[in-house]
């Protein structure tokens, strides 16, 4: 499915389905059209990436791989402790997680396929049923296993941005030129406003669509 073309060409959301019906929940006008990413929760899903391994980076790649970490971090708080989930801790990760999946599907493939000569990195498929997977996970009320999900996903999608011969590494080479000012163009992009959670058994189900297109499913245990 080229799903990069087919969405643009025709003006659609280029996400997959659970995620368009996350969009329009969370107020279009103002959010982008496309779901994030981050890294999991505990130790087992912290980002590879960190310290003195991000110096010889690009821009690019130090950029997203800094919110990977920044992320990983916000998920970790806001997993149950003595059965209590941070919410607080996840509304920041829901947001955050949410605008790193727009920097990525609407400056960051883009950019790629544009450096492609209109041909999507071969990856891109993937990333965005990941991303509409994380997406349809963020709307409803967080549970241990939505939260084990979560952090499940962004151990295996992380990797194959941040990790060697990732996808951030062959955009930061096909866009090195203009790496700094794709950052900037990336921090500027409006913040995501959040709907409220949204609970019941048509939205579990429609979450679990969204994970099987990704090739996932719901953890039994948080
Ligand atoms: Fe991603
Ligand atoms: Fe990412």
Same mark, same amino acid.
């Given at each position: 499915?080229?799903?990069?073309? *087919?969405?643009? $060409? ?8 659970? +995620? $368009?019906?996350?969009? &329009? ?5 103002? #959010? ?13 899903? &912290? $980002? ?13 790649? @130090? +950029? ?8 990983? !971090? ?18 920041? +990760?829901? #947001?955050?997680?949410?605008? %790193?999946?727009?920097? *990525? ?7 790629? @396929? ?16 990941? %991303? ?12 241990? *296993?939505?939260?084990?999900?979560? !952090? ?8 194959? *941005? ?18 700094? $000012? ?14 409220? %959670?949204?609970?019941?058994? &048509?939205?579990?189900? #429609?979450? !679990? ?11 039994? %245990?948080?």
């Amino acid at each position: 499915m080229e799903a990069t073309e *087919e969405g643009e $060409s025709h003006g659609r959301s280029p996400l997959p389905g659970a +995620f $368009s019906r996350l969009e &329009q929940r969370w107020e279009p006008e103002s #959010a982008p059209d496309t779901a994030i990413l981050v890294n999991g929760g505990g130790p087992e899903c &912290q $980002s590879k990436i960190s310290g003195d391994n991000l110096l010889d980076r690009g821009p690019l790649f @130090r +950029f997203l791989a800094d919110d990977h970490v920044r992320l990983g !971090r916000l998920l970790e708080k806001a997993l149950p402790r003595l059965g209590k989930t941070n919410y607080g801790a996840y509304a920041e +990760f829901r #947001a955050g997680l949410l605008k %790193h999946i727009a920097m *990525e599907e609407k400056v960051l493939l883009p950019v790629a @396929r544009r450096r492609r000569g209109g041909e999507p990195l071969p990856i891109s498929d993937k990333l965005r049923h990941d %991303h509409g997977a994380l997406a349809a996970l963020l709307v409803p009320t967080p549970t241990p *296993e939505i939260l084990a999900t979560i !952090r499940a996903i962004l151990n295996d999608h992380n990797e194959v *941005e941040d990790g060697p011969d990732g996808v951030y590494e062959v955009c930061e080479r096909l866009a090195a030129d203009e790496a700094e $000012s794709l950052v900037t163009e990336m921090r500027n992009l409006p913040d995501v406003k959040l709907a409220p %959670h949204v609970d019941g058994p &048509q939205v579990m189900e #429609a979450t !679990r669509r969204a994970l099987e297109r990704a090739g996932y499913r719901l953890e039994e %245990h948080g």
